[in-house]
Nanobody, 127 residues
Framework: QVQLVESGGGLVQAGGSLSISCSFS????????IGWFRQAPGEEREFTAA???????LYGDSVKGRFSISRDNSNNTVWLQMNSVKPEDTAVYYC?????????????????????WGQGAQVTVSA
């Protein structure tokens, strides 16, 4: 069974930077696409970024150019580097995993394609 654990959330000032990580265990990490999604209070869960084992990356429009996703296949970890953060980036950030069965942008963007989820990490951006 895949297990995902996020860490590194917290409080950051607008314009600052924060990095959160996702630790993967239970299966072969290099066979999984890892996605980051975020959910603000009262909002729908929003796609943020995704990375496949070959390092192909996708970003949501609201974070493109500011956030960066990376993975370390030797340490089973994915990072989300958040730069130039804004108050509207405040949310619970979840990492999620799906088995790689071909690379489909549509599946990578869709939360319903991910059967495994972490518990979430709160990120709060102060104005």
């Amino acid at each position: 069974q895949v297990q995902l654990v996020e860490s590194g959330g917290g409080l950051v000032q607008a314009g600052g930077s924060l990095s959160i990580s996702c630790s993967f265990s239970g299966r072969t990490f290099s066979m999984y696409i890892i996605g980051w999604f975020r959910q603000a209070p009262g909002e729908e869960r929003e796609f943020t970024a995704a990375i496949n084992p070959s390092d192909n990356k996708l970003y949501g429009d609201s974070v493109k150019g500011r956030f960066s996703i990376s993975r370390d296949n030797s340490n089973n970890t994915v990072w989300l580097q958040m730069n130039s953060v804004k108050p509207e980036d405040t949310a619970v950030y979840y990492c999620a995993a799906q088995l790689l069965i071909g690379w489909s942008v549509g599946r990578a963007l869709d939360a319903r394609s991910y059967p495994y989820w972490g518990q979430g990490a709160q990120v709060t951006v102060s104005a």
